[in-house]
């Protein structure tokens, strides 16, 4: 929590600011007479002593330090996830994110043990099609011509990927577990 309302804190003062200023035009932020990379180093900085305390939070809750617990692609997967639910330019977003993705992990793992990932990635490809959508609608009418058909083959690779991969699991379908781990 106290984390939480620092980054928010941070992100109210005029070095906060200028990192979101950053975001959409690097120039105008030299413009307005700030270093750039001044801004970039800060920032940096503030993001590293963030990660260290969740890095520091996790050890502790975990009970130990090893590299297969943190260093793993699914776990910089995971957080990726929560990004894309989450947003940006708000910090409490970040919980409700953490929320949605650990209720679709649970239940998809608890339904559906053999095809969970599958229900978690289709369920990230929905959210991104569906803000890819909203967006759309604030494009003006020779924008969005021009954006529909990426927006509609974007949905069909995924509809075809998921029907690739439900017919492959049918056809070759993972082996049995063993008694031991039944």
Do not use: C
Not at 19 to 47: P, W
Request: hydrophobic share 50%.
């Amino acid at each position: 929590y106290i984390v939480t309302v620092g980054v928010h804190l941070y992100l109210k003062t005029t070095l906060g600011g200028m990192s979101m200023a950053m975001r959409e035009n690097e120039i105008r932020v030299e413009y307005l007479g700030y270093s750039a990379e001044k801004v970039i180093h800060v920032k940096y900085v503030f993001s590293g002593l963030v990660a260290g305390f969740g890095g520091a939070i996790m050890a502790l809750a975990i009970g130990q330090v090893d590299p297969d617990s943190m260093a793993n692609w699914t776990v910089s997967g995971e957080f990726v996830f929560i990004t894309i639910l989450s947003g940006i330019g708000n910090v409490g977003a970040t919980y409700i994110g953490a929320l949605v993705f650990e209720l679709i992990r649970t239940y998809a793992f608890e339904y559906a043990p053999h095809i969970w990932q599958l229900i978690m990635g289709g369920s990230l490809l929905l959210i991104i099609m569906f803000l890819f959508g909203m967006q759309m609608e604030e494009l003006t009418l020779a924008e969005r011509r021009e954006a529909l058909p990426m927006h509609a083959s974007m949905g069909l690779l995924s509809l075809l990927l998921a029907l690739f991969r439900l017919f492959w699991r049918r056809r070759y379908p993972p082996p049995p577990y063993p008694d031991s781990l039944g």
